[in-house]
């Protein structure tokens, strides 16, 4: 009789991630049902962008990335076999690993001045970032944000109570559960500063009329006019 053993065979496997992966060697096509042997996984291929650990006990990878939230393409390439001992079937994988970043600015929003010496701001309508689909909770400090402090957590961000130059924190969360923080200065709209205007204007024609351009004069009748429509 003969033994014939299977080729190896060759497969790939696609992560998105914030910061790390945890790997559990399978077979993705077995001939023969089998457990795989921890002591026959390895990196054929090392990653360039993370770090890998090997649980020998158990033969789970856990990938790291080497600067989490920085977005990159990382690949890799692991081998195991199994346990059965007439038909031992071994596999490589080929790893692509996509570390998520979610960009994000820090803006700063304007509300108007009441007799409080307060303004109520929609927090909502800062752009903290243009990565989509997100969730964004707001909080008070930044410890708060860090923390993901529900107690803490400003509940109703569409109308929230603030004086000039508060700052709060938007908590930035992708489906996969990356994070970032983002700052959000609340300051109030400037008060309209109104002048007299006086010009002297020619009838050229003679024909009684004159052209005013109005927008022409807004600068001078209003000089922070781009806080306000007119």
């Known amino acids: ?14 992560y998105t ?34 770090g890998i650990a090997i649980n020998a006990a158990t033969g789970v990878i856990t990938y790291t990335a080497n600067t989490p939230g920085v977005a990159g393409t990382d690949t890799f390439q692991y081998n195991f ?23 994000i600015s820090n803006p700063t929003i304007f509300a108007c001045k009441n007799v409080n010496n307060m303004a109520t701001f929609n927090l909502t309508t800062a752009n903290v970032t243009t990565f989509s689909p997100v969730n964004i909770k707001y909080y008070p400090t930044l410890a708060d944000a860090q923390s993901q402090n529900a107690a803490a957590e400003i509940t109703t961000p569409t109308a929230f109570s603030a004086t000039s130059g508060t700052i709060v924190y938007a908590l930035i969360i992708s489906q996969i559960g990356c994070t970032k923080i983002a700052q959000i200065t609340l300051n109030f709209f400037p008060t309209a500063v109104v002048a007299d205007y ?18 022409t004069i807004t600068p001078t009748i209003l000089p922070n006019a781009a806080y306000f429509t007119v």
Not at 1 to 14: D, G, W
């Open 1 to 14: 009789p003969y033994k014939v053993l299977k080729c190896t065979v060759n497969s790939i496997a696609t």
């Open 17 to 50: 991630i914030c910061t790390s992966q945890t790997i559990n060697p399978t077979f993705s096509s077995p001939s023969i049902i089998q457990n795989v042997d921890p002591a026959s996984v390895n990196i054929v291929t090392a990653p360039t962008l993370g």
């Open 81 to 103: 076999c199994g346990l059965d001992p007439d038909f031992p079937e071994c596999e490589t994988v080929t790893v692509t690993i996509n570390i998520q970043e979610i960009p």
């Open 198 to 215: 006086t010009q002297t204007f020619c009838d050229d024609n003679l024909d009684g009329n004159i052209s005013v351009l109005l927008s």
